[in-house]
């Protein structure tokens, strides 16, 4: 089954405390990026990878790292999480279904964080 | 400044009636408008698009609907299910060099009651 898998899918932790959280696509996906939702916001983006070894910043990169060392994987990690980081995190990997023209996202399940 | 609104954070509507979800958007290099839509405990799921060189798509009982002078989408759904209860989200999509940029609305909680 095509999919974005996350992990953990909640978490807890306490301010300055590192964390990584990772995403992974079994879609042969080039096109990688992290969001965030928070009320009233939307979804935002944090950080977008366009393949391996490359990766820019999006709308809201500050407290966050990622990481492209190989396809599948892109994991965010938050050196030194404070509260203002509290929130609900998506991975998506873009890709074009089979008969579209465009290309979409495809969501993982997401993950709440919580910094205490 | 947020390039992409929905106005209404909520709407109710009932079985078997008409649905009509708005957008509004300021950037006129979008070229391509997205819905998705989410329930709770699960990531956002494509929906239905349209291209900016088109004023309608329709999908069984989605249809979206361009207005681009007014800078303005929204999505009908009829007839209005139970299961159509969840967040949808406007999105829409302009080329920055080789990639396409995704900026998303507010979010628009649909409720469709019995």
């Known amino acids: 089954e095509a999919q974005v898998t996350q992990n953990p899918r909640y978490l807890i932790t306490v301010t300055g405390k590192k964390l990584t959280v990772t995403c992974s696509q079994n879609m042969n996906h080039e096109y990688m990026s992290w969001y965030r939702q928070d009320p009233g916001l939307g979804l935002r983006q944090i950080y977008y990878?366009?393949?391996?070894?490359?990766?820019d910043k999006g709308d809201v990169p500050e407290g966050y790292k990622v990481s492209r060392k190989e396809k599948r994987n892109f994991p965010l990690i938050l050196e030194s999480p404070s509260p203002n980081q509290t929130s609900l995190y998506f991975c998506?990997?873009?890709?074009?279904?089979?008969?579209?023209?465009?290309?979409?996202?495809?969501f993982g399940p997401g993950t709440r964080l919580t910094v205490l | 400044d947020q390039q992409v609104k929905q106005n209404s954070p909520s709407l109710s509507v009932q079985e078997g009636r008409i649905s009509i979800l708005n957008c509004d958007y300021t950037?006129?290099?979008?070229?391509?408008f997205l819905w998705y839509k989410k329930y709770p405990a699960e990531g956002p799921t494509f929906l239905i698009s349209?291209?900016?060189?088109?004023d309608k798509n329709e999908d069984g009982r989605f249809t979206v609907f361009l207005n681009k002078s007014a800078k303005h989408l929204s999505l009908h759904i009829v007839p209005s299910q139970p299961g159509d209860s969840a967040v949808y989200f406007c999105a829409a999509s302009a080329k920055t060099g080789t990639a396409s940029k995704l900026t998303f609305g507010t979010g628009t909680r649909l409720q469709v009651t019995l």
């Open positions: 990878s366009m393949n391996v070894e490359v990766t």
């Open positions: 349209i291209s900016s060189i088109k």
């Open positions: 998506a990997s873009e890709g074009r279904r089979t008969g579209s023209s465009y290309n979409e996202q495809f």
């Open positions: 950037n006129s290099m979008f070229d391509y």
